[in-house]
């Protein structure tokens, strides 16, 4: 057995019992199947041979009860797999999305949501019945199968001649199908995967592409996916369907043959017609269990093509792990920073940062600036591990952020950035997610240090008011502050803020300011902006270029020093450099 497919018939183990339980109702069906041809054998002799009306009706009597019992373990033992069957795909569905979002920020980089979206959806559909149904199926049919063959043997040996020469070549046939398969199976889930991610992509971005007027153009984009999809799907139905037609023909023409064989055998006095009768209904049976095998193969090659897909996010390992043991962050955490000598590069062509040392004491505001691409996001993303350095080391209070737990350490901080990421739930939800045990006064409180309350008691259900997808029945203003409120709730000793008040308008970015000074006081902070009316007032500031640190000081020094700094503060403040001071009011648009 292919390892795809032992690791997916794992997945029932747990179930094992129930399974056990639903395998044993139906090989007692099966059992009863079995000897319904051998009471229609007898009831038949009985009326043609020995015209005896009493074993008839007693016969007759004997099978109703069989039926009936035969319902009832059919309904026993279908609960039984279908409740096995739910709890599988429930458990693999919660598996794969545990296993996702601990993933690292890398992956995500890498991937398609729609593709992920289309794993944890459609894959796992797929592999259902492989791992419930169709494993019982499989014992059962196996079962009927070799008991119908031994009857029918113990029937008549030379008629059994006729089915017997059928087996090998469906077997055979089944060999050559299933391969072939299991690779249209595999690119069936890929070419879908693709379809979901470009389907994805449009719904989130929908405002660009009304926007543009690209409803056409997307729904073009679409249908050329799922065209690509039904095309594939359509390559492996014709192979499965021409498969079962093959097998069902060559059995149909057995049937024949034992139709006449058997004719002559009765006609001869070596076969009663009751036996001829029960002797065909093995046939069907064995016809059946051959055609179910082949069809049961088929099944396991497209289930184990999609759960390829499925065991190689599963074996995906985090590039960003904890290390054995890793003890957590020592509280209460102080917020003193260090980044010395850092060295980090997304891949092997540039280096993002090289080679940066500075270091930010306990309720420090450091800011970061300069051109775009200079690094400064990406010394963020470094902070709370989102990736881990190449070179060099960063310290949290003397703990190396390697060294501690990743939960510990991103339980030290609180992010808001300038794509303010909210969900599909209400305001109160929202703000609770920076601190998920939150009292309602708490979460209220929050609101109204980061000026959000007045707007939200506004909205139509206040607090309990749905936000819509990622905020987007509120304005920029109204979601910034909604993330600040978040991050004051968690309450962390270290802030990242990443363009935080960028593209807003003058009143919304006062607003946000405001509330930005309450959030930053006592905490160490770290501010990356363009705007640079938004930094003036740091306590440092971190100038980068290219990934390397060129200047360092507070503004008025780094304006006296007519670097890079000044530069662009005299391009953002449309003010000559000698003139560029720590001005005491700071425009609210620096753009």
Known sequence: MPTTLRRLLALARPYRLRL?????????????????????????????????????????????????????????????????????????????YRHLVNLDLGFFSEQRTGDLTSRLTNDVASVRSAVTSALVELVVQTVTLVGSVALMVSLNPRLSVAV???????????????????????????ALAGATAVAEEALVAIRVVKAFGRETYEADRYTGETERVFGIARHALVLTNAFWTLVGLVFLLALVSIFWFGGREVLAGRLTAGALVAFIFYAFNIARGVGGLSRLYTTFASASGASGRLFELLDTE???????????????????????????????????????????????????VGPSGAGKSTLLAL???????????????????????????????ATVAQDVQLFATTVRENIRYGRLDATDAEVEEAARSANADAFIRAL????????????????????????????????????????????????????????????????????????????????????????????????????????????????????????????????????
Do not use: C
């Open 164 to 190: 017997f020469a059928v087996v090998p070549l469906a077997a055979l046939l089944a060999r050559f199908a299933g391969g072939r398969v299991r690779k249209l199976s595999r690119q069936v889930q890929d």
């Open 318 to 368: 985090p590039a960003v792990q904890d290390a054995p043991g890793a003890p957590m962050l020592a509280a209460p955490v102080y917020g003193a920073v260090t980044f010395g000598d850092v060295t980090f590069a997304y891949d092997d062509e540039r280096k993002v940062l090289d080679g940066v040392t500075f270091a930010a004491q306990p309720g420090e505001t450091v800011a970061l």
């Open 460 to 591: 139509p259900g206040g607090y309990d008011a749905e936000v819509g997808e990622r905020g987007v029945r509120l304005s920029g203003g109204e979601r910034q502050r909604l993330a600040i409120a978040r991050a004051l709730l968690r309450d962390a000793p270290i802030l990242l803020l990443d363009e935080a008040t960028s593209a807003l308008d003058a009143t919304s970015e006062r607003l946000v300011q405001d509330a930005l000074d309450r959030l930053m006081q006592g905490r160490t902070t770290f501010v990356v902006a363009h705007r640079l009316a938004t930094v003036v007032r740091a306590d440092r500031i971190v100038v980068l270029d290219h990934g390397r640190i060129v200047e360092t000081g507070t503004h008025a020094e780094l304006v006296a020093q007519g670097g890079l700094y000044a530069e662009l503060a005299a391009l953002q403040f449309h003010t000559p450099s000698a003139d560029l001071g720590l001005p005491e009011t700071v425009p609210p648009s620096a753009s």
């Open 383 to 413: 902070l709370p591990r989102f990736y881990d350095v190449d070179a060099g080391t960063i310290t949290v209070d003397g703990f190396d952020v390697r060294s501690v737990t990743q939960h510990s350490l991103r339980a030290a901080m």
């Open 20 to 96: 056990l339980g639903a395998v044993a109702l139906t090989l007692v069906q099966a059992g009863i199947w079995l000897a319904v041809p051998l009471g229609l054998k007898n009831l038949l002799d009985a009326v043609f041979q020995q015209a005896d009306g009493g074993q008839l009706n007693a016969i007759a009597a004997g099978l109703v009860g069989l039926f009936l019992v035969q319902s009832l373990l059919g309904f026993a033992g279908g609960y039984l797999l279908e409740w096995s069957g739910e709890r599988v795909v429930t458990d693999l569905r919660q598996r794969l």
